[in-house]
C-alpha cells in the first residue's frame, strides 16, 4: 500500500496514517489504563524482577537497532582518551612508557612525558576496559553500565516515592538515557558517572533511616566510583551528602565502611596521578594545560562572552589592558551569561512532556526534601558554570534527581481532582515521544564516524603492520584529530603518527623498518590514503663566501707600528 496520497485505497497520506495510529493508540490508553494500573502496581512491588526487566529493555532495544545503527566509532579526542586509560589498564599498568619518537605521536588530551597516558582519569577506561575484557569490545562496557543506570534509577526511586512511581521513573530513564541517547552510543561516558549517583542518592535516605552497614558501603561504592571518573564535581557530591546527613547522629560502622571506600578511591587516583605526572597531588589534566595548554578553540566555543568572536590573543590582549576591577566584573558577567545560556542544555535530562510535571513539582512542594533537591541540582549547576566548556556527563551524577523530580510531579498532578487522568496522559505523550524516535532510526540508516569507517576499512583489509603518516592541510581543524595509538604503540599492528616532513619520517621509518608505510589525508572528502613515497631530502644550503677585501689600515697604525 503507498503511503501517498490518492494512491491507495483510502485515500490517506503520510500523516493520515500517523493521525489514525495516534488516535487508535490514545483509545487504547485510556480503555486499558486501569488494567495496566493495577498489573504495573503489582509488578513495581517485586524489586528483583523489575530491576531485571529494566536493566534488560535498554540492552534488547538497542541490539534490536544494530542492522540500522552498528557499534559506535569512536571519533572524538575524548573517546580516544577514555579508550587509551583501558588499553593501559589491560596492560595491568596505571601509565605507559614514554616512547623514544614521541614526538610524531602528539595528540589532543593524550601526554608524551614523563609518561605515555591519557589526561582522563580512571572511571571511564575501567567500563571500557570491562566491556574488552568480558565480550572483547569496549562498547559492552557502555552498555552494561547504560543497562545498571536503567535498574538503578528504580532502586534508587524506591528511597524516595512508592514503587509505582519508581517503577514510572525506571521506564523514563529507558525512554530518555537508554538505547537513543548519546551515552549509550559513544565512549565519553556518562552512564558509569549516573550509576554511581543512583547509589549516593539512593543509598543517603536509607542510611538516614537506619544506619545500616550495606547502606553506607553502597554510598561509599556510589562516591567512589564518581572520584574516579569525575574528580572536580565530586565536591559537589560529597557537599550535598553531608548536607542532607547532618541533622542526623551518625553510627560508626556505616560511616567508617564509607568513609574506608571514599579513601580506596582517592588512594587510587593520587597513585594514578604519581604514575602518570611524577607526584601524586598533580593531575594528568593539570600537567597537560601546563605542557600544552588549554585549546583555546575549545574555551571560546563554549563561552558565549561578547568577546567570544576575538581570537584568542585578541582576547587575551584585551583582558590583560583591564584594571582589576573591569577584570572582576567582566568575569562575573561571563559567569552569568553562560549560566544562561546553557540552561538550553538540561533539556538533555527532561522529555518535553515532563517539564509540565517539573512545574507541578516546583509549585507544589516545600519540604525539606525538596528544599534539598533543588539545593544540590543548584550547587551542580553553579559549580560546573566555572569551567568554560560544557557537557551532559559533567552533572551525570545528579540525573537520577531529574528523573526524582519529573516523577513526583506527576505524582502531585495525579494528586489534583482529574489529575490521574492528566499523570497518565503525560506519561503516554512521553512513549509516544519515544515510540516515534525509536521507530524512525529502526528505519533509517546511520554510520557514525563514516570518514574514519572508510579509511579503517581499508587499512584493515591490508595484511602486515602499517605505519599511517598523517598530513594536515594548512585549513586542518584541530579538533579533528587522527593520530591516535594504543597503549603499546610498537606491538600495534597500525601505527599512527604526524608528519613531520622527509627527514624526520625517514628516520621513524628506520626505526620500524619491518612496516609497510602509508600516507593519510584526512582533509579531503573522502581522505585519501596512499602508500607513502619518500620525499627527496632537500642538501643542506651552505653559507656563500663572499670575496670582501680587507679595509685598507689608516696611516697613522702603519706609523705607530714603526
Not at 521513573?169 to 554511581?196: D, H, I, K, Q, R
Not at 505523550?429 to 569507517?453: D, H, K, M, P, W
Amino acid at each position: 500500500m503507498s503511503f501517498q496520497p490518492f494512491r491507495n485505497p483510502i485515500g490517506f497520506g503520510a500523516v493520515d496514517f500517523i493521525e489514525i495510529a495516534l488516535a487508535l493508540l490514545l483509545v487504547a490508553f485510556i480503555l486499558l489504563r486501569p488494567w495496566l494500573e493495577t498489573q504495573a502496581r503489582h509488578f513495581a512491588e517485586r524489586t528483583l524482577f523489575c530491576m531485571l526487566a529494566l536493566a534488560a529493555l535498554p540492552v534488547v532495544l538497542r541490539l534490536a537497532l544494530l542492522p540500522y545503527h552498528p557499534v559506535p566509532v569512536p571519533n572524538i579526542y575524548d573517546e580516544f582518551g577514555h579508550l587509551l586509560v583501558a588499553d593501559t589498564l589491560r596492560h595491568l599498568r596505571l601509565a605507559n612508557p614514554m616512547h623514544p619518537m614521541h614526538r610524531f605521536f602528539e595528540t589532543i588530551f593524550v601526554l608524551q612525558e614523563p609518561a605515555y597516558s591519557s589526561i582522563y582519569p580512571l572511571g571511564q577506561g575501567i567500563v571500557l576496559a570491562f566491556g574488552e575484557l568480558l565480550f572483547g569490545l569496549p562498547w559492552a562496557g557502555v552498555v552494561l553500565t547504560t543497562s545498571a543506570f536503567c535498574a538503578l534509577s528504580y532502586w534508587m526511586l524506591r528511597a524516595w516515592v512508592k514503587p509505582f512511581w519508581a517503577l514510572a521513573g525506571g521506564l523514563l530513564a529507558v525512554m530518555e538515557f537508554g538505547p537513543l541517547n548519546t551515552w549509550m552510543n559513544s565512549y565519553w561516558g556518562g552512564s558509569f558517572a549516573a550509576c554511581a549517583g543512583c547509589l549516593v542518592f539512593g543509598a543517603l535516605p536509607r542510611l538516614k533511616d537506619s544506619w545500616r552497614i550495606r547502606d553506607g558501603v553502597l554510598l561509599g561504592i556510589g562516591l567512589g566510583f564518581h572520584i574516579l571518573t569525575r574528580p572536580f564535581e565530586s565536591v559537589f557530591l560529597l557537599v550535598s551528602a553531608a548536607v542532607f546527613l547532618r541533622p542526623t547522629k551518625p553510627k560508626w560502622s556505616p560511616a567508617l565502611a564509607a568513609a574506608a571506600l571514599v579513601l580506596a578511591a582517592l588512594g587510587l587516583t593520587l597513585l594514578q596521578n604519581w604514575r602518570v605526572t611524577g607526584r601524586a597531588t598533580e593531575l594528568p589534566y593539570q600537567l597537560s594545560q601546563y605542557q600544552y595548554g588549554v585549546p583555546a578553540a575549545l574555551t571560546f566555543q563554549s563561552d558565549p562572552t561578547p568577546h567570544r568572536d576575538l581570537t584568542p590573543q585578541q582576547a587575551m590582549e584585551y583582558k590583560s589592558q583591564l584594571s582589576f576591577r573591569n577584570r572582576s566584573t567582566e568575569t562575573l558577567t561571563s559567569y552569568l551569561q553562560r549560566l544562561t545560556y546553557r540552561a538550553r542544555f538540561y533539556r538533555f535530562f527532561f522529555l518535553a512532556p515532563l517539564y509540565v510535571a517539573f512545574a507541578a513539582y516546583l509549585l507544589a512542594y516545600r519540604s525539606p526534601h525538596w528544599l534539598w533537591v533543588l539545593f544540590t541540582l543548584t550547587l551542580f549547576a553553579l559549580g560546573i558554570n566555572f569551567f568554560p566548556a560544557f557537557q551532559y556527563h559533567y552533572i551525570a551524577a545528579v540525573t537520577c534527581l531529574f528523573l526524582l523530580v519529573s516523577v513526583t510531579g506527576l505524582q502531585r498532578i495525579a494528586q489534583w481532582p482529574g489529575g490521574r487522568e492528566a499523570a497518565a496522559l503525560l506519561f503516554f505523550l512521553c512513549v509516544i515521544n519515544f515510540g516515534l524516535l525509536y521507530g524512525q532510526s529502526a528505519v533509517s540508516n546511520q554510520v557514525n564516524a563514516e570518514r574514519r569507517t572508510l579509511v579503517n576499512k581499508t587499512l584493515q583489509n591490508t595484511p602486515g603492520q602499517l605505519l599511517v603518516f598523517v598530513r594536515y592541510s594548512p585549513q586542518h581543524i584541530f579538533q579533528d584529530e587522527w593520530v591516535y595509538n594504543e597503549a603499546d604503540i610498537d606491538a600495534s599492528r597500525i601505527v599512527w603518527a604526524r608528519d613531520r616532513g622527509p627527514a624526520d619520517n625517514e628516520e621513524l621509518r628506520r626505526y620500524y623498518p619491518k612496516r609497510a608505510a602509508w600516507l593519510l589525508d584526512p582533509d579531503v572528502q573522502p581522505p585519501k590514503l596512499v602508500p607513502y613515497q619518500p620525499e627527496p631530502i632537500p642538501a643542506p644550503q651552505l653559507p656563500v663566501k663572499q670575496n670582501v677585501k680587507p679595509p685598507k689600515q689608516p696611516a697613522i697604525q702603519l706609523e705607530q707600528v714603526r
